[in-house]
């Protein structure tokens, strides 16, 4: 049962362009959301947050919405740069008993083209 | 200067041997974890450690022990190696852990260790 869920195993955006990553996740217990980068041969790397109580954060290039009512939650990179390219993961974590895990959704890679 | 470090990153044996990973946070986190990446990708909990207690332990077949002498330390050994078991796993710490809110949920990764049983 997948409680997170990337839809998309991969998107290919030109550079400057935008690129939007989905996920979806279906426990409406999860208060916090977070995104992690991976290149090949390394760790996932933590890009940005958002609490369950906010509808967008943004850092930089990087925003992440999230619509509680569609439990949905996107990534947007603008502009897109050729070292964004990576493995992009989804998680979420809280509900009862919250005990700091975190969910994982499968991946979407991305490759950005100069 | 690495803040979560794992020991191999790469792991080549027979099934039926006994192995170890190490994992070590210089973060000063209160929380770690190990995960299981699976051939499919996907990233699944193992285990949490907090301050040395066992707070999860996902079903994980009890070939696999994972062991905590101070919390900035998480050793995973494993029994009796099955083909089954080659993936990469991922040691991973956080400030929070159980009853964590919000930012202190941020968990940062090791670079992985791949192990592949023969």
């Known amino acids: 049962d997948q409680q997170v869920k990337q839809n998309s195993p991969s998107l290919r955006v030109q550079e400057g362009r935008i690129s939007i990553l989905n996920c979806d996740y279906t426990n409406s217990m999860f208060d916090y959301f977070l995104w992690y980068k991976k290149y090949p041969a390394e760790g996932p790397t933590f890009l940005i947050s958002?609490?369950?109580?906010?509808d967008k954060n943004e850092d930089g290039r990087f925003t992440v919405f999230l619509n509680k009512s569609a439990k949905h939650l996107s990534l947007h990179i603008v502009p897109s740069q050729p070292g964004d390219s990576a493995v992009y993961f989804c998680a979420a974590s809280g509900g009862s008993g919250n005990t700091g895990k975190l969910i994982f959704g499968q991946g979407t890679t991305l490759q950005v083209k100069p | 200067d690495t803040a979560v470090s794992q020991t191999p990153k790469y792991l080549v044996t027979q099934m039926g041997n006994d192995k170890s990973i190490k994992c070590e946070q210089n973060l000063g986190h209160d929380t770690m974890y190990w995960y299981k990446q699976d051939s499919k990708k996907f990233l699944k909990i193992m285990f949490s450690?907090?301050?040395?207690?066992?707070?999860i332990n996902e079903t994980v077949p009890n070939r696999f022990s994972p062991k905590s002498p101070d919390k900035a330390h998480l050793n995973l050994h494993i029994n009796s190696l099955e083909l089954g078991d080659s993936a990469v796993y991922f040691c991973a710490s956080t400030k929070g852990g159980r009853g964590g809110i919000g930012a202190k949920n941020i968990q940062y990764f090791g670079a992985g260790t791949r192990l592949s049983v023969l």
């Open positions: 958002i609490s369950s109580i906010k």
């Open positions: 450690y907090n301050n040395k207690e066992l707070i």
